[in-house]
T-cell receptor, first 115, second 112 residues
Framework: GENVEQHPSTLSVQEGDSAVIKCTYS??????FPWYKQELGKGPQLIID?????GEKKDQRIAVTLNKTAKHFSLHITETQPEDSAVYFC??????????????FGRGTQLTVWP | KAGVTQTPRYLIKTRGQQVTLSCSPI?????VSWYQQTPGQGLQFLFE???????NKGNFPGRFSGRQFSNSRSEMNVSTLELGDSALYLC???????????FGAGTRLSVL
């Protein structure tokens, strides 16, 4: 099955700096890549997603890039704020395949933004 | 629009008991998936339902089962609980299998 690796496991940045989280996947058939933010005591919240026919997608301070050839995708957060502190998960899925909507998750990155 | 609702939020059970968790998806969503989250294994897929049919199942023992009702609400059941079943159980709903999934807050299960 699909294997998603995520780095780093922890990331500390100063408020206003940028944060980058990277993920790699193993199955070239994967074609949908969402990112989730999970705060303490809450479920994962979808923050941005990208499909394999797009190389980059941006939503305000958040952007995701995808390199299909290298099978890696990254989350970029600019102008970080303390409220961005949370655990971030990347995931991969094969839409239209036998695994249907199943998401394969990375192990998560604990992002801490210091004021 | 209300989000995904999971009940109860917290459960404490003892080994050997069984438990039923409930999930109400976002209105209009017909696909429901369940995931188990633990510090050791991370987020792992349990199963996926669409229109009352189980469409996909993860690599969990038969003690884990689920179902979906005609109103898209879903339940999962774990029988003969083991200590290792302690986890946060998350439910996610989507309009269809190829659409984004939105998670509930989860049910925290502790097995003593």
């Amino acid at each position: 099955g699909e294997n998603v690796e995520q780095h780093p496991s922890t990331l500390s940045v100063q408020e206003g700096d940028s944060a980058v989280i990277k993920c790699t996947y193993s199955d070239s058939a994967s074609n949908y890549f969402p990112w989730y933010k999970q705060e303490l005591g809450k479920g994962p919240q979808l923050i941005i997603d990208i499909r394999s026919n797009v190389g980059e997608k941006k939503d305000q301070r958040i952007a995701v890039t995808l390199n299909k050839t290298a099978k890696h995708f990254s989350l970029h957060i600019t102008e970080t704020q303390p409220e961005d502190s949370a655990v971030y998960f990347c995931a991969a899925s094969i839409r239209g395949g036998s695994t249907l909507g199943r998401l394969y998750f990375g192990r998560g990155t604990q992002l801490t933004v210091w004021p | 629009k209300a989000g995904v609702t999971q009940t109860p939020r917290y459960l404490i059970k003892t080994r050997g008991q069984q438990v039923t968790l409930s999930c109400s998806p976002i209105s209009g969503h017909r696909s429901v998936s369940w995931y188990q989250q633990t510090p050791g294994q991370g987020l792992q897929f349990l199963f996926e339902y669409f229109s009352e049919t189980q469409r996909n199942k993860g690599n969990f023992p038969g003690r884990f089962s689920g179902r979906q009702f005609s109103n898209s609400r879903s339940e999962m059941n774990v029988s003969t609980l083991e200590l290792g079943d302690s986890a946060l159980y998350l439910c996610a709903s989507s309009l269809a299998e190829d659409r984004p999934q939105y998670f509930g807050a989860g049910t925290r299960l502790s097995v003593l």
